[in-house]
């Protein structure tokens, strides 16, 4: 859902009964609303929300088996660009459970409020996948490489504080006050001047920006091409499945 709030541009996962799981189309919209929010001088902010269900399970895994993304232009490929390209300010709310691209595009938001029981979880490995949304490199950079090694190489949930003491989020708050908190940062950000408020956000990504844009292209390639991995296509057989995924024949 993407809705305007004055100067704030809110989108909204809306996609309860499959944890806001992202389809191909809705990381089209999503695309889409970061480019055109870029576009519109009126917006001054974007504030990316969940719902009841939480922040998002992140890829829909069975749309990744039925619709597998094809080509630097597919629907995630062209999100993940605009989002870690996005020059409005981002606040993200986070209200409940925020996995794999639930969690990295966290690291492109300059405000992340999250609730105390908020769980996060970057489980690329566990499905036979790696990295992706530039997290490889900030991830590292934020959190320091030990604990970017744990929360990536492990692929284990972990907590509000711990994703906090990671440098991924802002704040940790009662849940019932996440939405609240946010809204009223964006609100905040969008009474600044906006040319300064863009001029800081470009000069303090702008020795980041190059190799964050060939991280996210040098990161998508590799997914793309794991995502036909055996190892991929057992992972994702297990979780529609509901059983554990076997590895030990797929390398
Ligand atoms: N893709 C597709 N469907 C998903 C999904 C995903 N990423 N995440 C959740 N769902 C679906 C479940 O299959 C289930 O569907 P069903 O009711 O038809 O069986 C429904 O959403 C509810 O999920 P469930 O696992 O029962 O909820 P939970 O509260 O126990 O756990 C999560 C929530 C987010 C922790 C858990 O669903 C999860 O780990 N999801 C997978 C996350 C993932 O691996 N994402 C990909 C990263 S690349």
Redesign the pocket.
């Known amino acids: 859902l993407v809705a305007r709030d004055g100067p704030i541009l809110r989108v909204r996962f809306n996609r309860p009964?499959?944890?806001n799981?992202l389809t191909a189309d809705m990381y089209a919209a999503l695309a889409d609303a970061l480019t055109a929010a870029d576009e519109d001088a009126s917006v001054r902010a974007v504030l990316i929300e969940g719902n009841e269900a939480?922040f998002t399970?992140?890829?829909?895994?069975?749309?990744f088996l039925s619709n597998p993304p094809s080509g630097m232009d597919a629907p995630v490929i062209r999100f993940l660009k605009a989002v870690s390209r996005a020059q409005k300010p981002l606040v993200a709310a986070v209200t409940g459970?925020a996995?794999?691209?639930g969690t990295t595009m966290l690291l492109h938001c300059e405000f992340v409020y999250a609730a105390d029981t908020a769980?996060f979880?970057l489980?690329?490995v566990n499905?036979g996948?790696c990295p992706e949304a530039g997290s490889s490199y900030l991830l590292p950079m934020v959190a320091g490489y030990r604990r970017a090694a744990e929360l990536l190489m492990l692929g284990e949930?972990f907590d509000a504080p711990t994703a906090q003491a990671c440098g991924i989020v802002t704040r940790v708050l009662p849940a019932a006050e996440v939405l609240e908190a946010a809204l009223a940062t964006a609100r905040k950000i969008a009474e600044r001047p906006a040319m300064s408020v863009h001029m800081t956000k470009m000069l303090m990504k702008r020795q980041l920006q190059s190799t964050i844009d060939s991280v996210v292209s040098e990161e998508a390639g590799h997914f793309l091409a794991l995502m036909h991995s055996p190892a991929a296509k057992e992972a994702f057989a297990a979780?529609?499945e509901?059983r554990k995924p076997d590895f030990s024949k797929v390398g």
């Open positions: 009964d499959k944890k799981a939480g399970a992140g890829n829909d895994l069975a749309d459970p996995v794999g691209v769980k979880a489980p690329f499905l996948l949930p979780f529609l509901k």
